[in-house]
């Protein structure tokens, strides 16, 4: 089994519903990430977590919200998904500051 | 603030010569520094990282990196080349220092294309 996983793989949608998307972790990393990913663009930061009680934006919060519902849980929200919302989201979890990311297999989500 | 430039969107090698991606940072201290690759409709996978010691980092499948402070540069290498090598390749830096944001700032990536 997939140490990091995301669902849905694919999601399409149209402007202005609210969508979620999910990432569980079976690593016992206190650290989960979530990034977009756009052609040209790399990887972009949307919103990080160090335990359940901590939350913190990244470089692109602006039309997202998360919620770390358990230390193996970390959810993205779009409130009012829009059409420059269309990539590929991807959630990542690490167990500290030193150590690499491992990311999950990726959700394509597009906004119509 | 801390960046990563992968200054080639494109690299293309023969299968069996030696790769080289490249990948330059900028951080205020001093730097961890992280190779990854993305196959086709697959998650990143962590390939090799420079935290400390040794400048020559070895990873998986037979890649390596080399720390050069003076030049701010962790290239990517690997001495024969794999048609199965074929990928996304990113290079990511976080600063050591900045333990409370333990933000890892991702290049744009370089296309490795190795050709039979």
């Known amino acids: 089994d997939a140490d990091v996983t995301q669902t849905p793989r694919n999601r399409i949608t149209k402007t202005g519903k609210r969508i979620m998307l999910e990432c569980s972790q079976t690593?016992?990393?206190?650290?989960m990430y979530w990034y977009r990913q756009d052609p040209g663009l790399g990887l972009r930061l949307i919103y990080y977590s160090f335990d359940v009680k901590d939350i913190n934006k990244g470089e692109i919060s602006d039309g997202y919200s998360v919620s770390r519902q358990a230390q193996a849980k970390f959810s993205l929200s779009l409130e009012s998904a829009i059409p420059n919302q269309t990539a590929l989201y991807f959630c990542?979890?690490?167990?500290?500051?030193?150590?690499?990311?491992?990311f999950g297999p990726g959700t394509r989500l597009t906004v119509l | 603030a801390q960046s990563v430039a992968q200054p080639e969107d494109q690299v293309n090698v023969a299968e069996g010569n030696p790769l080289t991606v490249k990948c330059t940072y900028s951080v205020s201290g001093n730097p961890y520094l992280f190779w990854y690759v993305q196959y086709p409709n697959r998650g990143l996978q962590f390939l090799l990282k420079?935290?400390?010691?040794?400048?020559l980092v070895k990873g998986s499948y037979g890649f390596e990196a080399e720390f050069n402070k003076s030049q701010t540069s962790f290239h990517l290498k690997k001495p024969s080349a794999l048609v199965s090598d074929s990928a996304l390749y990113f290079c990511a830096v976080r600063d050591r220092a900045d333990t409370n944001a333990g933000k890892s700032t991702f290049g744009d990536g370089t296309t490795l294309t190795v050709k039979p």
């Open positions: 690593k016992g990393h206190d650290r």
């Open positions: 990542a979890t690490s167990p500290g500051h030193g150590n690499e990311q491992f």
């Open positions: 420079y935290i400390t010691g040794d400048n």
